[in-house]
T-cell receptor, first 112, second 115 residues
């Protein structure tokens, strides 16, 4: 079972920041927070991951609360192409050879 | 890099027929995963391999499903006989575990329709 809770859907205006929340209150000390997204009719795509520090890459920023019980994925300037289902996943560190457990994710609709 | 390659992209078959889905992982990756996606159940793991060896097949629905990985460059998922409830999108993913490597790379999926 997924160990995260996400809102089922969100809307965001094009050009604005999209802030997607995730609750993971039972996260263990050795578990990372990962974000993937799935654009319609495509396979899931890795976005970003983090342990306890905030992280940023060319796609997004990840803000993790100090107690690590929740996090927020930020798409700083959302475009129509960011419309997708976003999955928040917790996972043991350096476990690239183990499966991902997907929840239901958040369906983000970016509106022109 | 061509990414994870899956074939066919679409498959329509009649109930009772055998279906074979194929996957070519990214060159050099040594972990391969088969996932299935339906509206009712979302994305769920069927089976995964490390270094061509099946590690966990507890997600395989029943004996009608089988998967093989004869070498590092190829895997198949077979359904025999197929049933309408097998209709879904089947994704293959690969990864290269190692220090600092965290990503799984997914193929485009095979959309299976069993009538």
């Amino acid at each position: 079972d997924a160990k995260t809770t996400q809102p089922p859907s969100m809307d965001c205006a094009e050009g604005r920041a999209a802030n997607l929340p995730c609750n993971h209150s039972t996260i263990s000390g050795n578990e990372y927070v990962y974000w993937y997204r799935q654009i319609h009719s495509q396979g899931p795509q890795y976005i970003i991951h983090g342990l306890k520090n905030n992280e940023t890459n060319e796609m997004a920023s990840l803000i993790i609360t100090e107690d690590r019980k929740s996090s927020t994925l930020i798409l700083p300037h959302a475009t129509l192409r960011d419309t997708a289902v976003y999955y928040c996943i917790v996972r043991v560190a350096n476990s690239g050879n183990t499966p991902l457990v997907f929840g239901k994710g958040t369906r983000l609709s970016v509106i022109a | 890099d061509a990414g994870v390659i899956q074939s066919p992209r679409h498959e329509v078959t009649e109930m009772g027929q055998e279906v074979t889905l194929r996957c070519k992982p990214i060159s050099g990756h040594n972990s391969l995963f088969w996932y299935r996606q339906t509206m009712m159940r979302g994305l769920e793991l069927l089976i995964y391999f490390n270094n061509n060896v099946p590690i966990d097949d507890s997600g395989m629905p029943e004996d009608r499903f089988s998967a093989k990985m004869p070498n590092a460059s190829f895997s198949t998922l077979k359904i025999q006989p197929s049933e309408p409830r097998d209709s879904a999108v089947y994704f293959c993913a690969s990864s290269l575990p190692g220090r600092g490597i965290h990503e799984q790379y997914f193929g485009p999926g095979t959309r299976l329709t069993v009538t």
